[in-house]
C-alpha cells in the first residue's frame, strides 16, 4: 500500500537556525498538510495546499513557515530562524481530495528539538 | 469554532475487557466524523469515520456511532487486545475559513494501555 514518507525522522538544531522538513505524499493525492503536536499536546493543523498554492493556514504559521512542492513529488516545510517553542513532532499528510469525507494518510513524522 | 473533545487518558485496560472512549464535538452543519489511531513511533492511521447522522463506523472490531442529538462520536470495542495499545484521535472535517479545502481537527487524543 502507497504510503507518505518524512525525512529525517528526527531533526536537531539551534536556536535561529533554519531547518528544512521533507515530505513525498502518495503519488495519486492532490492535497496535501503539515500538522504538529507538541509533546502532550493536541495535532494542529499548520497549513494545507493545493494546486501548487497554499489552500488554508492557521494562525500559527505565520512569516516564520513556508512550504513548497519543488518537483513533482516532494513537499516540504522551511521553517525561519527556529524558537525553543518550535520543538514539536512535524506531521505531513496527503488525500487524495479535499472532500469532506475523504481520510488523510499520514508520514511517520519528523522530531524537531530546537535548543 | 468546529472542534472535539476526548476523554482524557490513559485509559488503563487488561486484556478482554470492554473500551469506550468518549468524544464529544462541536460543529457548524455536518462534519465528517473520525477516529484515527497512533502506534508508538508511527504517524495517524484512520481506524474508522462516518459521514452522517447515525452511521456507524467500523474497522478492526472497533465502531463508533455518529450521534446528532448528543454530538458524540464514542469509540467502542468488545474485547481489547494488547496490540490495542496506542494513541487514539476522535477528528471532524470542518470547511477552511477560505473555502478552499476540508480540514480535519483532532482531539488531544486518548492513550490506551492493554495489559495481559
Known amino acids: 500500500e502507497p504510503e507518505v514518507t518524512q525525512t529525517p525522522s528526527h531533526q536537531v538544531t539551534q536556536m535561529g537556525q533554519e531547518v528544512i522538513l521533507r515530505c513525498v505524499p502518495i503519488?495519486?493525492?492532490?492535497?496535501f498538510y503539515w500538522y504538529r503536536q507538541i509533546l502532550g499536546q493536541k495535532v494542529e493543523f499548520l497549513v494545507s495546499?493545493?494546486?501548487?498554492?497554499?489552500?488554508?493556514k492557521s494562525e500559527i504559521f505565520d512569516d516564520q513557515f513556508s512550504v513548497e512542492r519543488p518537483d513533482g513529488s516532494n513537499f516540504t516545510l522551511k521553517i525561519r530562524s527556529t524558537k525553543l517553542e518550535d520543538s514539536a513532532m512535524y506531521f505531513c499528510?496527503?488525500?487524495?481530495?479535499?472532500?469532506?469525507?475523504?481520510?488523510?494518510?499520514f508520514g511517520n513524522g519528523t522530531r524537531l528539538t530546537v535548543t | 469554532g468546529n472542534s472535539v473533545t476526548q476523554m482524557e487518558g490513559p485509559v488503563t485496560l487488561s486484556e478482554e475487557a470492554f473500551l469506550t472512549i468518549n468524544c464529544t464535538y462541536t460543529?457548524?452543519?455536518?462534519?465528517?466524523l473520525f477516529w484515527y489511531v497512533q502506534y508508538p513511533g508511527e504517524g495517524l492511521q484512520l481506524l474508522l469515520k462516518?459521514?452522517?447522522?447515525?452511521d456507524k463506523g467500523s474497522n478492526k472490531g472497533f465502531e463508533a456511532t455518529y450521534r446528532k442529538e448528543t454530538t458524540s462520536f464514542h469509540l467502542e470495542k468488545g474485547s481489547v487486545q494488547v496490540s490495542d495499545s496506542a494513541v487514539y484521535f476522535c477528528?471532524?472535517?470542518?470547511?477552511?475559513?477560505?473555502?478552499?479545502?476540508?480540514?480535519?481537527?483532532f482531539g488531544r487524543g486518548t492513550s490506551l494501555i492493554v495489559h495481559p
Open positions: 499528510a496527503s488525500s487524495r481530495d479535499g472532500i469532506p469525507n475523504s481520510p488523510l494518510h
Open positions: 460543529a457548524t452543519g455536518y462534519p465528517s
Open positions: 503519488s495519486n493525492h492532490l492535497y
Open positions: 495546499f493545493y494546486n501548487n498554492e497554499i489552500s488554508e
Open positions: 477528528a471532524l472535517s470542518r470547511l477552511g475559513e477560505t473555502g478552499g479545502s476540508y480540514i480535519p481537527t
Open positions: 462516518a459521514t452522517k447522522a447515525d
